[in-house]
């Protein structure tokens, strides 16, 4: 089980940490992912980390702004989002697969989203 939290309105330029819990023993041996949705628009992978942290993966749109990291010690992945703008508004969702992948249909396990909002 995946709960996602952190999330809230920020003005533009700020910065926000999300957080996903994750409970169960095998946390330490999955990829994870942080995925996004905006009000009509399809799902869209955002970073994923492998199961030791040592690799991660973002979408071109973050790069340099985002950050991905995981404490296998506490079952916990974050999501560092700094300079912030109003097109990263979203529901965002962290999600557990055997991979490290941006392919949403490869995660097994999904948390239930948490919202943020970037005001201009």
């Known amino acids: 089980q995946l709960q996602a939290f952190g999330g809230g309105l920020v003005q533009a330029g700020g910065s926000l940490r999300l957080s996903c819990a994750a409970s169960?023993?095998?946390?330490?041996?999955?990829?994870m992912g942080w995925f996004r949705q905006a009000p009509g628009k399809e799902r869209e992978f955002v970073a994923a980390?492998?199961?030791?942290?040592?690799?991660?993966d973002y979408v071109d749109s973050v790069k340099g702004r985002f950050s991905i990291s995981r404490d296998n010690a506490k079952n916990t992945v974050y999501l560092q989002m700094n300079s912030l703008i109003p097109d990263d508004t979203a529901v965002y969702y962290c999600?557990?697969?055997?991979?490290?992948?941006?392919?949403?249909?490869?995660?097994?396990?999904w948390g239930q989203g948490t919202l943020v909002t970037v005001s201009s």
């Open positions: 999600a557990a697969s055997s991979l490290r992948t941006p392919r949403p249909n490869l995660y097994r396990y």
């Open positions: 169960g023993r095998t946390f330490s041996s999955y990829g």
């Open positions: 980390i492998n199961w030791s942290g040592g690799v991660t």
